[in-house]
Each structure stands twice: as structure tokens, then as C-alpha cells.
């Protein structure tokens, strides 16, 4: 073996040969082989998320109209904004909308937290208890709210029959434009608490069982352990789970649609329910578009505050 061979083999050793353009883009190569992998679900993504969410806004600045079976697009600029601004029905629904997010995230999380802390107490049936809990989150909303409508009906419901065999008298829940919306927030804690209790139980049980233990050993007792302990470590848990209860809350729809349709007038008229209204009643594609851009930016300020707040609680654990 001469010399030069020798001295091949060894820089062909000590240096890798430089792969070409085809080489390094070859599914076989393990660094391109993974974004190949991803690639199929990017183009899912793109296609069903992308895509629509730029034709709403092309929608959204544009008068769309069916003619001859045909769509005709015709580009009016900022017409729709100022349509939001002078709509009468506007104000009321996106008032009901946030009176409607922030009273339910608040009151199913409390409720959800509390009983995930009092289910990860049980020894005995847990099971039992989780799949009870868990019965109204696998109900169609359609259905639960046509069962809470007939549970509601003034004369044939079995709500106010109970509160008259304590001595009140029971209103028109559905009719009465003061409890319209309070019926259907009701009806909300039923269905969704669930959600957040599962969230929150899985958080629960993956805290270290060591800190509790070491809590009780220095004399501090159930309270202060939930207080000082769990309730700090269940924080970024709770905050996810707050913050996909307010996405979720902000499309309300089927409970509204089935219970009250919006009214009395637009006592419970959600922004959800004044868009479908928009849309495929009043055939008002290019303003229903505007309304429904404007409603995803402000369930975006939401998803904002949640992570700033998420990572702000990170940085101080």
C-alpha cells in the first residue's frame, strides 16, 4: 500500500465526505427524513387552517353576493367596520359575550379545582366518581340544552315545582330578559365544569406527594397545604386550563340556539349566535366575515394574556 492511499484513507477518516444537495434531502437521511415526516401535516394545517382564515379576511373586506348560482366578489374596503360601528346589535352581543366568558371560566374553574382536589382525597370508587363527573362533558350540547329547556318550561318544568315546594315562586327562565342569560350560564356550569375538573385532577395527581408529606411533618395543616403549597405548583395548570375553557366559551352556540335563540330581543344574544344570524339569515357574507375576524382577534388578546400571565408565573417558580 503506498503512501497516497494511506493518506486517502485517513482524510476520508478524519473528514467526512461532503454529501450533495440530493444526499442531504434524501428521505433516507435522517435529519431530512424528519422533515419529510412533518411535511404531510403541514400541508393539512395549511389547507384547512390557513387557507380559510384568508379567504374570511378576503371575505371580510369584500361584498359577497350569490348570483346565478355563482359567488360575486366586489371589494368595499373598510364599509363593514363602519357597519359594526353603527350596528345597535353589536354592542349588546359582544357585552353578552364577555359577561358570559369571564363569569363561567371563573365559576367552572373554582368549581372544577374543588373538585379535583376532593376526588384526589377518595381511596375508595374513584373510579366511579370520575366517570360521574365526567357523564356531561359526553352529552351533545343540542341535548342538554333541549332537556334544560324542558326543564325550565314554566308550566310543565320540574324547576319551578321544586322551588315552589320552598316557597318561591318560579320565574319564566328562558322568557325573562334578566335571566335569560344567567339560564344559560347555568346550564354551562353543568356541562362544562367537567372539563376543567379533568384538567385540573390530572395536574393535581402529578404533584409530588414528598411536598405534602414535608408540609404536614412542619405542622401545617389541609388548608395552608392547598394554600401554600398545591395552589402555587397548580398554577401554570390552571391557567392552561382557564385559557382553553375562554376559547371554548367564547364559541358558545348550540345552548344559546336551543334555549333562547338569542332573545328575549338580544338579552342572550352571544357574538356566535349574531354571526350565524348574520350569515345564513340575513345572507350578509362579506359583514358576518368582519364580525367573525374581529371576534378571533379578541379571543387572540385572550390567548396573549394567558401565556404572558403562564410564563410570568414560570418565571417566578
Same mark, same amino acid.
Do not use: C
Given at each position: 500500500?503506498?503512501?497516497?492511499?494511506?493518506q486517502?484513507?485517513?482524510?476520508?477518516?478524519g473528514q467526512?465526505?461532503k454529501?450533495? !444537495? +440530493? $444526499?442531504?434531502?434524501s /428521505?433516507?437521511n435522517?435529519?431530512?427524513?424528519?422533515?419529510?415526516?412533518?411535511? /404531510?401535516?403541514?400541508?393539512?394545517?395549511?389547507?384547512?387552517?390557513?387557507?380559510p382564515?384568508?379567504?374570511?379576511?378576503?371575505?371580510? %373586506?369584500?361584498?359577497?353576493? #350569490?348570483?346565478?348560482?355563482?359567488?360575486?366578489?366586489?371589494?368595499?374596503?373598510?364599509?363593514?367596520?363602519? $357597519?359594526?360601528?353603527?350596528?345597535?346589535?353589536?354592542?349588546?352581543?359582544?357585552?353578552n359575550t364577555?359577561?358570559?366568558v369571564?363569569?363561567?371560566?371563573i365559576?367552572?374553574?373554582?368549581?372544577g379545582?374543588?373538585?379535583?382536589?376532593? %376526588?384526589?382525597?377518595?381511596?375508595?370508587?374513584?373510579?366511579?366518581?370520575?366517570?360521574?363527573l &365526567?357523564?356531561?362533558?359526553?352529552?351533545?350540547?343540542?341535548?342538554?340544552g333541549?332537556?334544560?329547556r324542558?326543564?325550565?318550561?314554566y308550566?310543565?318544568?320540574?324547576i319551578?315545582?321544586?322551588l315552589?315546594?320552598?316557597?318561591?315562586?318560579?320565574?319564566?327562565?328562558?322568557?325573562?330578559?334578566?335571566?335569560?342569560?344567567?339560564?344559560?350560564?347555568?346550564?354551562?356550569?353543568?356541562?362544562?365544569?367537567? #372539563? =376543567? !375538573?379533568?384538567?385540573?385532577?390530572a395536574?393535581?395527581?402529578?404533584?409530588p406527594?414528598?411536598?405534602?408529606?414535608? *408540609?404536614?411533618?412542619?405542622?401545617?395543616?389541609?388548608?395552608?397545604?392547598?394554600?401554600?403549597?398545591?395552589?402555587p405548583?397548580?398554577?401554570?395548570?390552571?391557567?392552561v386550563?382557564?385559557? =382553553?375553557r375562554?376559547?371554548? *366559551? !367564547?364559541?358558545?352556540?348550540?345552548? &344559546?340556539?336551543v334555549l333562547?335563540?338569542?332573545?328575549?330581543?338580544?338579552?342572550?344574544? %352571544?357574538?356566535?349566535?349574531?354571526?350565524?344570524?348574520?350569515?345564513? &339569515?340575513? !345572507?350578509?357574507?362579506g359583514?358576518?366575515?368582519? =364580525?367573525?375576524?374581529?371576534?378571533?382577534?379578541?379571543?387572540?388578546?385572550?390567548? &396573549?394574556?394567558? $401565556? +404572558?400571565?403562564?410564563?410570568?408565573?414560570?418565571?417566578?417558580?
Amino acid at each position: 500500500m503506498n503512501q497516497e492511499t494511506v493518506q486517502t484513507r485517513e482524510t476520508s477518516l478524519g473528514q467526512p465526505l461532503k454529501k450533495t !444537495f +440530493w $444526499q442531504r434531502i434524501s /428521505p433516507t437521511n435522517d435529519e431530512a427524513f424528519r422533515i419529510w415526516a412533518i411535511i /404531510p401535516a403541514l400541508l393539512i394545517l395549511i389547507s384547512l387552517t390557513l387557507y380559510p382564515a384568508l379567504q374570511l379576511l378576503r371575505m371580510s %373586506v369584500s361584498e359577497v353576493e #350569490f348570483v346565478e348560482g355563482a359567488l360575486q366578489w366586489e371589494y368595499v374596503g373598510s364599509k363593514h367596520i363602519e $357597519q359594526m360601528l353603527t350596528d345597535p346589535v353589536v354592542p349588546d352581543a359582544f357585552r353578552n359575550t364577555l359577561i358570559f366568558v369571564v363569569v363561567v371560566v371563573i365559576v367552572e374553574t373554582f368549581f372544577g379545582l374543588g373538585l379535583a382536589l376532593a %376526588v384526589s382525597r377518595v381511596t375508595r370508587m374513584v373510579g366511579l366518581y370520575r366517570a360521574v363527573l &365526567v357523564v356531561p362533558l359526553l352529552i351533545p350540547p343540542v341535548a342538554i340544552g333541549t332537556i334544560w329547556r324542558l326543564m325550565y318550561d314554566y308550566n310543565y318544568g320540574i324547576i319551578n315545582p321544586l322551588l315552589g315546594l320552598i316557597g318561591i315562586e318560579g320565574p319564566a327562565w328562558t322568557a325573562d330578559p334578566n335571566l335569560a342569560l344567567i339560564s344559560i350560564m347555568i346550564v354551562d356550569f353543568w356541562h362544562w365544569t367537567s #372539563f =376543567l !375538573f379533568l384538567i385540573l385532577l390530572a395536574g393535581v395527581e402529578s404533584l409530588p406527594h414528598e411536598l405534602n408529606e414535608a *408540609a404536614r411533618v412542619d405542622g401545617a395543616n389541609e388548608w395552608q397545604i392547598y394554600r401554600y403549597v398545591m395552589l402555587p405548583l397548580l398554577r401554570p395548570t390552571i391557567l392552561v386550563a382557564m385559557m =382553553l375553557r375562554t376559547i371554548f *366559551a !367564547f364559541k358558545v352556540f348550540d345552548q &344559546v340556539f336551543v334555549l333562547t335563540g338569542g332573545g328575549p330581543g338580544t338579552a342572550s344574544t %352571544v357574538i356566535s349566535m349574531y354571526i350565524y344570524e348574520v350569515f345564513f &339569515v340575513q !345572507f350578509r357574507l362579506g359583514y358576518g366575515a368582519m =364580525l367573525a375576524l374581529v371576534t378571533a382577534l379578541i379571543v387572540s388578546i385572550f390567548v &396573549v394574556f394567558y $401565556q +404572558w400571565m403562564n410564563a410570568l408565573v414560570r418565571d417566578r417558580m
